[in-house]
């Protein structure tokens, strides 16, 4: 069967055609052709959009703004996003980064969505025509979304507020076995005072730990205050199977990593 490829000018056109029984929309590629590639014939035709905002970076008074078409490797090298830079190397190699798109990485299934889970202990917000959300309420619905995701947002954490770490089997590129974002707030005496905790492969998309971050505030970083974080770590999960791990195995070790994360 023939793929058609429709390009559009406009987040408008390309929403109303996307309306359309087996259209998917294009952005950079990595899961949508290669599912083609492999014989996925529920897609007769793709959707891309050249308006230029969905490439666009901003970056001003501490907020972020990230086009749905902005690429891993984009933000890996701006200067003003160092911070973020390891959640996007995460994302495959390079040639991978180079494709793979901020609104693509927001639909990737598990263990894809490195990014994203960074983006959901960020508490950042995902912007479409009709308006915005917060990534947590995308999340929930994204198996039912039918418009073009345009942005995301949120505010550029500092440096020592925010960890991310991906596990994988094979360096340097390997599919997650986990990945873990955190954005921590500390009192003067390095007591916690708010967390998000974001983990990847620890269900079909990523998800917070809430009963972890309520464990950690009023902590500090020692091995022992974060022991009952680590403990409740896996309240709530439902980690996924596949050939790099097996979901008893991802919730065997996801609180050796989050301690790990933790303690820097």
Same mark, same amino acid.
């Given at each position: 069967?023939?793929?058609?490829?429709?390009?559009?000018?406009?987040?408008?056109?390309?929403n109303a055609a996307l309306q359309a029984a087996g259209t998917r929309y294009l952005g950079g590629g990595t899961l949508v052709v290669r599912?083609?590639?492999?014989?996925?014939?529920?897609?007769?035709?793709?959707?891309?959009v050249t308006e230029p905002t969905l490439s666009a970076i901003s970056v001003s008074g501490g907020k972020v703004r990230l086009g749905a078409s902005v690429t891993m490797a984009a933000i890996a090298r701006h200067p003003e996003l160092a911070t973020?830079?390891?959640?996007?190397?995460?994302?495959?190699?390079?040639?991978?980064? =180079?494709?793979?798109?901020?609104?693509? =990485?927001?639909?990737?299934?598990?263990?894809?969505g490195d990014f994203t889970v960074a983006l959901l202990a960020l508490d950042a917000?995902?912007?479409?025509?009709?308006?915005e959300m917060p990534i947590e309420t995308f999340l929930a619905g994204r198996?039912?979304?039918?418009?073009?995701?345009?942005?995301?947002s949120f505010s550029l954490p500092k440096a020592e507020s925010f960890r991310f770490l991906k596990v994988?089997?094979?360096?340097?590129?390997?599919?997650?076995?986990?990945?873990?974002?955190?954005?921590?707030?500390?009192?003067?005496?390095?007591?916690?005072?708010?967390?998000?905790?974001?983990?990847?492969?620890?269900a079909d998309r990523p998800i917070r730990a809430?009963?972890?971050?309520?464990?950690?505030?009023?902590?500090?970083?020692?091995?022992?205050?974060?022991?009952p974080a680590l403990a409740a770590a896996a309240e709530g999960i439902s980690p996924i199977t596949d050939p790099i791990a097996s979901a008893w195995y991802r919730a065997e070790v996801l609180p050796v990593h989050l301690g790990r994360l933790l303690l820097g």
């Open positions: 069967m023939s793929l058609a490829l429709q390009t559009f000018s406009s987040v408008k056109d390309a599912a083609a590639n492999e014989g996925d014939v529920s897609v007769s035709s793709l959707i891309r973020l830079a390891p959640a996007a190397r995460a994302v495959g190699g390079p040639a991978i980064r =180079n494709m793979a798109t901020v609104g693509g =990485n927001l639909f990737a299934p598990a263990p894809y917000s995902v912007a479409a025509e009709a308006g198996d039912t979304s039918r418009a073009v995701v345009t942005a995301v994988s089997r094979v360096k340097p590129k390997g599919v997650s076995v986990l990945s873990i974002a955190a954005h921590l707030q500390f009192a003067t005496d390095g007591t916690v005072t708010s967390a998000r905790i974001a983990l990847g492969c620890m809430k009963a972890a971050e309520e464990a950690l505030l009023g902590c500090k970083l020692t091995s022992e205050e974060i022991a």
